[in-house]
Every structure is written in C-alpha cells, then in structure tokens.
C-alpha cells in the first residue's frame, strides 16, 4: 500500500515558475515508479514525467522537456516536479501517481498505475 499527498499548486503568470511535491509513505517504496499526470478540464488524462526512487532513471512528455525536470529525494520520499516558463496550456489539476515496477518500465497511460495523489490545481495566467 503507498499513500501519495501532492502539494505546490497555486496561481502564477505565463513565464514564471512553480514547484510540486508528491510525499510518499507506505513500504519497498524503491520498487515503485513517480508519475505525474495532468488533466485539464474537458480533457483526458496525460502524462507529464516519471521517475524511480534513486532519480536514476526519467521519462519526459514532449511537451514539457526541458521545462520540467523531475527529481526525487529518496530519505524523505519525496518526488519533485520544478515546472518552469509555464504557460497557460499548462493550468490543469496535477497528480502524482505510483507504479510497482521492477526493471523501472515507465508506463504513459494512468491506468497503469495503482495509487494516486489527490490532485493539485495549477493556473497560469497570460
């Protein structure tokens, strides 16, 4: 059983920055994969970037290469996700999400992943 909680949305203008944290707890936490998905209203569920515990290996989405990076901080079970020059397609309620993986496949669809966050709300004014 693992237990997600995102925290670090809020409100910013085109061009700024902000970033999110998805707390983990629960056991063998090494053996499971860090998503983050996205959805925006009216629209499917997408993937955005994943990681495993030690930070060793990523997934981006194209959209958001280069943009943000995703780390994580394995003594405190956190995974990061710093979200820079954010546009307003960006605003959407962020999830962090967790896969049991044991050779660090990343999967894009969320159905693939057995526990979630509880969402978090990311606005980007032009």
């Known amino acids: 059983q693992v237990h997600l909680v995102d925290n ?3 409100l910013v203008q085109a061009g700024g920055s902000l970033k999110l ?3 983990a707890s629960g056991r063998t936490l090494s053996n499971y994969i860090i998503a983050w998905f996205r959805q925006a209203p009216a629209k499917e569920r997408e993937f955005v970037a994943a990681i495993n515990w030690d930070g060793t290996v990523k997934k981006y989405a194209d ?3 280069g943009r943000f990076p995703i780390s994580s901080d394995s003594a ?3 995974v990061y996700l710093q979200m820079n020059s954010l546009k307003p397609e960006d605003t959407a309620v962020y999830y962090c ?3 049991w993986s044991t050779d660090n496949t990343m999967y894009t669809i969320p159905e693939e992943y057995d526990y979630w ?3 978090i ?3 980007v004014s032009s």
């Open 8 to 10: 670090g949305g809020g």
């Open 21 to 23: 944290s998805c707390a």
């Open 63 to 65: 959209f958001v290469k």
């Open 76 to 78: 405190e079970k956190v």
């Open 97 to 99: 999400a967790a896969d």
């Open 117 to 119: 966050g509880q969402g």
């Open 121 to 123: 709300q990311v606005t």
